[in-house]
């Protein structure tokens, strides 16, 4: 007995030690940290590359005054590179890019991801492309062709992620509707047939004779749905951006929907042609400065041929420098006209975004309801809004 006592009392050692250990990182090892926790080898190495971004320092970093935490980075690509290197040594990749953000964000790093052997270093992700994407003006050429590859890297895996359940749920929607009233057996839909047939019921039987049945149909290539994305290219929808040429390029890809693209801030930009490679329409974009939503939908408007086939989906954070009732006026028009009308706050996954809640009122009580979408939503989004049914719209929305 006594020596699984022993064992028992060692095990907690271990844990209680682990514990000391964690609070050891994440306090940073001050005189205050109340820990007594001594670090060796790979932990030491591990701090050391933590304090290097958040440790405290007796200036601060170049460009950063008034703050009063300091990179131990300097101010030199090469350094910088090192410490990307180690962070991907010691954390996984979840990890390191949460660190490169913050990296750029609090000590003002952007400019580094100028030079070639920086981008080497990076863990490429969605935030990083938007970084790239505001500094696309900036870029010397010897960066130009780095940088397209890290945003290719980024656009391939999402599209590896997000094409085949888009193509498959939008296929699906656009079969369901086109519906037609003789179907065959495994293309009937039950639900509408029993609905459309109710007054039929035999109560002696208890069943309904269907005199009229109603199925799905099979959408014929030449039959499309046309789909127009408008996104606001200003500085906070930059994943927005991202994801939504990613998707642009899957939808134009699919023979029954035509899909246009237009990003907008003060000025409208038709990226309809480049949709092959959603690489060129991402640099295609410029993103920064002020947003005319108007504008926009009304370029949009004036792409419209076949209203009652049509879904126009406006991705923005709804901070109108345009007039605001003339925008509001055009997407009650629109509707009107038989074009379904969605409106995305957000497409990405960073949950809750920042917006203009008074206009995203007055949509909603147009029945354009506005909510954040996540990239894994989006295709259940659009289905519904192909088949004119409402939207899947988030209970946090």
Known sequence: MASVREGDEGAAVDVVQERLRRWRLVLGGDAADGTGCALFGR??????????LYGKGDKPHAGRAGQDRSAGLGASAPSVA?????IRTYFPASVVQVMQRDAI?????????LEPEMLEAVEADVHLVGTLLSLNKAMPETTKETARAVVRKVVEDLEKRLATRTRATLTGALD?????????HHDIDWNRTIAANLKHYLPEYRTIVPERLIGYGRAAQSVKKEVVLCIDQSGSMAASVVYASVF????????????????????VVDLTDQLDDPVDVLFGTQLGGGTDINRALAYCQSQITRPAETVVVLISDLYEGGIRNEMLKRVAAMQASGVQFVTLLALSDEGAPAYDREHAAALAALGAPAFACTPDLFPEVMAAAIEKRPLPVPETA
């Open 43 to 52: 932990d030491a190495a591990m701090d050391g590359a933590l304090a290097a």
């Open 105 to 113: 964000d609090r000590l003002g790093l952007s400019t580094l991801l």
């Open 248 to 267: 642009g390029a899957v939808l134009a890809s699919m023979r029954s929907i035509s899909t246009r693209l237009v990003v907008f801030d003060t000025a």
């Open 82 to 86: 090192r410490w990307l290197g180690d």
């Open 176 to 184: 369901r509707s086109a519906r037609i009233s003789r179907p065959r």
